[in-house]
């Protein structure tokens, strides 16, 4: 593997960091807007293009800082209407990310809106019994400047405006709370993507202390729970830190979570055949999502290599669905083809390099 050390990323720093870089080497303080205005909006191909900055403060950035962090390195147009960019890091590791041009209605968009998925870290602790990601366990966590420059990047090669942002690629982003932070920032303000934080639904499995610090956040940014069962007994079962946070204290948090923040929230539930489907679960689930005034997002499960799982028939997913209706819950069930967009996220998993390619 490649460990080639990189110089820390612009696409990383914030205005005051790179403010203080500035005053730090005798530069004036206006050139952090400018340098800026590069970075997040004209958006060269290297730091020698930055034309309004003298060639001396051109090779001081050049001296310590790259430009963007992602190699791009396949771009890959599946045959529904989701691009999978797989972009690989300093360090030889890869990361994927997935556009989706689809309804994310789910999250607060529009029907014409670009949605895409980030990864947070490079596989996942969190060991999931159903999920590709963790399936090779954790090997670190994503820079903010990785995190946000996936967005960037994919902008550019997309050639278009990425409209909302979904954290359900590969990792646990509340595991990765400082960059997670910091990502949030150069993302939502001004001087950077300037994409508003109602566009940004942070997906986690459940940590309960993250929750609670995430609900503090000045941001009205969104947040999806990986639920996925409604009982400890079932949930016990497929999500090893449910033992550490059962759903008593889930709940409450995301009562926390209400209390501060206007968006509604996300309950995500795979629909497992035999593990997590039974309609006893559907009902439990209806109780909670109405008092915390959560949508449900219904997802058959997609088929992982190497794991057991399958997705209950279509009928009987319908017959889940129709319990929480029936109930007065918002649930929607992903069902049509190219818009099992969770899916894709959720079966992203590590990508080593062999001498013959690449292998997933
Ligand atoms: N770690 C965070 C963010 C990743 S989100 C979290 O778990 O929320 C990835 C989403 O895809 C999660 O909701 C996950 O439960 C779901 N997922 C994982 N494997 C899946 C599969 N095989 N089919 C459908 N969804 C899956
Ligand atoms: Fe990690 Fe989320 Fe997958 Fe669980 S579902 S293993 S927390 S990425």
Redesign the pocket.
Known sequence: MNNTPMLPALTGITRDELGTHLQENGQPGYRADQILDWVWKKRPAGIEQMSNLPKALREHLQGHFSLYPLIPARDLGASDTTRKMLYKLHDGRYIESVLIPANPALYGGRADRLTLCVS?QVG?A?G?K????GLNGFTRNLSAAEIAAQVLQTEMLAGDRIDNL??????????NMKNLLQAIELITSPWGLNLGARHLTI???GLVPQIRELARHPRQIRL???L?GATDEVRNQIMPVNKKFPTAMLFDALHDWNSNKKQHLTL?Y?LIEGINDDLEQARILAKHALALKAKVNL??????AG?P?RRPALSHCQAFRNVLTKAGVTATLRLEKGH?I??A????RLIQETADGLIQ
């Open positions: 947070s996942c969190y999931c159903f999920c590709a990601s979904v954290f359900m690629g590969m990792g646990e982003p509340l595991a997906s986690t499995s999806a729970i990986s996925h995500e795979i997802i058959p499960y997609n088929t992982v794991l799982w099992d969770e899916a996220c959720g079966q992203l």
